[in-house]
């Protein structure tokens, strides 16, 4: 049975112990690096190899927001503005760009095989916050960043990947990359409630959500979202009403702690759908696989659900397309 976890691998092509290991854990799907990605018909095979190992079409990942955070290089496709330029452009001038960026995203990483780009990222931006948000975040406006989140999420589906809202309950205020350590938000409920949340209520239709390895002290101020029940149940599930398939953030970011099972059991026990381990080191990946267990009959229908959004992208002139985006967006900083 498929098990409520994705995975990543170590290079650019699978090892006969990551085939074997792949093939008895059967995960929900998969997530690729730049480590994995040097050109198109390599990326292509190894989407394929990945596929071959659990015998079905399996959801394959990847971060490919436009700016400092992609991980298919510029040698592979053109290279993306981050998002915290559409917002100058203004309306509608900036819903049509980030509609048209997003399919163009999408259309790049469809095009070798990948499903699932990890965007938008609705983390609404605070002054003062640590970088690890910075340009990646639309706006510091919450209805701004729910409009354009939409935005992204319908290019997204256009272009042929399924899009997953993050960092739910919103990363935005954190003074910490959680990569490296665990930020604590001593915000109000109301604060939060106020800002932070609104452009996940806004887009709670979303197929797919990551998790943030971030305390919210007014929330729950030992556990961080990703492992707090609390957090999941009573904010994720009722107050900003998310009903899709909820995954962790990578469970190898240093913001958590204890073992990769603990952390494992913790997440799920909380009431995430999937477990993300991205790093593709094997003991870990055993830990984490000694943990995961098959999709409960929710987060199945909820699997299920989000996949059926799965189609391949409209007939399109793509050279067209690139045009008219470079023209919406002519003058801004790419960088």
């Known amino acids: 049975m498929t098990s409520s976890v994705i995975f990543g691998c170590e290079g650019k092509v699978l ?15 998969f997530i690729l690096f730049r480590r994995n990605c040097e050109t198109r018909e390599q990326i292509t095979a190894l989407c394929g190899e990945l596929r071959d190992t659990v015998g079905r079409e399996a959801p394959i990942l990847v971060d490919h927001e436009g700016g400092r955070v992609s991980r298919l290089s510029s040698h592979i496709v053109p290279k993306r503005p981050p998002m915290a330029v559409f917002e100058g452009l203004g309306k509608p001038a900036s819903l049509k760009a980030v509609r048209l960026g997003a399919e163009l995203l999408a259309r790049d990483a469809a095009d070798v095989g990948i499903t699932v780009n990890c965007v938008p990222m609705v983390d609404v931006r605070q002054p003062g916050a640590h970088d690890i948000v910075g340009d990646r975040a639309f706006s510091t406006s919450p209805e701004t960043v729910a409009a354009l989140g939409q935005a992204m999420i319908e290019g997204t589906l256009a272009g042929g990947c399924l899009p997953i809202i993050k960092h739910i309950p919103g990363h935005g205020r954190a003074m910490a990359d959680s990569h490296l350590e665990l930020p604590r938000v001593e915000a109000s409920h109301g604060a939060l409630s106020q800002c932070d949340f609104v452009p996940f209520k806004a887009l709670a239709h979303a197929p797919l959500a990551m998790t943030a390895h971030i305390v919210y002290e007014a929330l729950d101020d030992k556990e961080p979202a990703t492992t707090s029940v609390t957090v999941i149940e009573d904010i994720i599930r009722k107050e900003i009403g998310f009903q899709g398939l909820l995954m962790t953030d990578d469970l190898s970011m240093k913001a958590l702690k204890g073992s990769f099972y603990e952390r494992s059991v913790k997440s799920l026990k ?9 790093n593709g080191d094997m003991t870990e990946m055993e830990a984490v696989a000694g943990a995961a267990i098959p999709l409960s009959a929710e987060a199945e229908r909820r699997s299920e659900k989000a996949l059926t959004l799965l189609t391949p992208p409209a007939p399109a002139e793509k050279k067209s397309l690139e045009e008219e985006f470079a023209s919406l967006t002519n003058g801004v900083n790419i960088s």
């Open 15 to 29: 090892s006969d112990e990551e085939r074997t290991f792949f093939r008895a854990t059967d995960p929900w799907g």
């Open 270 to 278: 909380a009431g995430c759908d999937l477990l993300l381990h991205c």
